[in-house]
């Protein structure tokens, strides 16, 4: 089988890209995040019988001698580690600098030395700042509208620098807004669904206007693993996206139809970002990656919100819906 390592496993994507992973036969060892707790994150939710498949590796990505030993015989690193809130990236940046920048620096630098044979590095579409044009391809100029996405924006040129400069087989995974079960409340999809199930008379949310473009959570997993199967996508950078965008104002509509039709749409100021950070439009090209790799998603945005919605109902108590989740 091959050994594969998924940095950040125990979080939102990397559980659901770990069980896939796992589910089509790879040798799956999952870097966590060491913790006092010996919390493994949403790996501890898995079956006993699933979980014990799994080689867990506690560490911290932006150590990197714990990095390159994580590294050691593993065939194709998944890198997905990062701190993503945009938030919490206001007030902290350096943190965000030294998981997302230095943290992947320190995955290629070990990829490097160990001769790993395959390197995925998970960007966001956050890099692309507010749309220039749409659909967005892979071309598409990076603004950095956050400190998150300026990092990320960094941790992606470093990432391209080990391939053109090492040779070293690196790809660029860029999701576009990745939702569905396991997703933390800092997130608008189950901020809006947690805010509704909780029977909360008012909806808090931000801005209403801007769009985004959303991917189930296993079309996301099923993206990473066919451009690791392709050959083809070593070197680039590769969107995974429905092209399809919706507003928040009508996603958030849309929601309390389905969940609490009395709720009211109120703005919470604090949730509001600096206008000139809010990224106004996001809708991606797929078309390289469907070239590529022949993926497309199996999802539609409606199917994909009732298995979020059932999930989050089943696991309400895990969220604090009654407060501002930075």
Not at 113 to 132: D, F, H, W
Request: proline share 5%; aromatic share 10%; hydrophobic share 35%.
């Amino acid at each position: 089988m091959e050994k594969v390592l998924v940095t950040g496993a125990d979080g939102f994507i990397g559980s659901h890209l770990t069980e896939l992973l796992l589910d089509e036969g790879y040798d799956v060892k999952a870097f966590v995040f060491y913790n006092s707790f010996n919390s493994w994150g949403w790996l501890d939710t898995f079956p006993k019988d699933k979980l014990s498949r799994i080689q867990v590796f506690p560490g911290d990505i932006r150590d990197p001698y714990g990095v390159r030993k994580a590294l050691e015989g593993v065939d194709t690193v998944f890198h997905l580690a990062a701190l993503i809130g945009i938030p919490f990236s206001y007030h902290s940046p350096e943190t965000y600098v030294d998981t997302n920048i230095k943290g992947t620096l320190n995955v290629l630098q070990a990829a490097r030395s160990l001769q790993t044979k395959r390197v995925l590095v998970t960007s966001t579409s956050e890099v692309y700042g507010t749309a220039q044009y749409t659909p967005i391809d892979e071309k598409h100029p990076c603004q950095g509208q956050s400190p998150y996405s300026a990092t990320k924006i960094g941790a992606d040129r470093i990432a391209e620098s080990f391939y053109r400069s090492f040779d070293l087989p690196v790809t660029i995974v860029r999701p576009f807004n990745t939702y569905g079960p396991r997703q933390s409340a800092r997130a608008v999809i189950p901020t809006i669904i947690t805010q509704l199930l909780s029977g909360q008379a008012e909806l808090k949310l931000g801005v209403l206007s801007p769009t985004r473009d959303f991917n189930y959570v296993k079309d996301t997993a099923t993206g990473f693993l066919a451009i690791a199967r392709s050959g083809q996508t070593i070197g680039e950078e590769i969107n995974i996206a429905t092209q399809h965008e919706i507003s928040i104002g009508d996603l958030a509509r849309e929601l309390v139809a389905v969940i609490n039709p009395r709720a009211r749409i109120i703005c919470d100021e604090q949730r509001l970002r600096p206008e000139k950070s809010e990224v106004q439009r996001l809708m991606g090209s797929n078309a390289k990656i469907k070239a590529l790799t022949g993926w497309a998603p199996r999802y539609t945005l409606k199917e994909g919100l009732k298995e979020t919605i059932q999930f989050l109902r089943d696991n309400l108590e895990r969220y604090k819906t009654e407060i501002y989740n930075v």
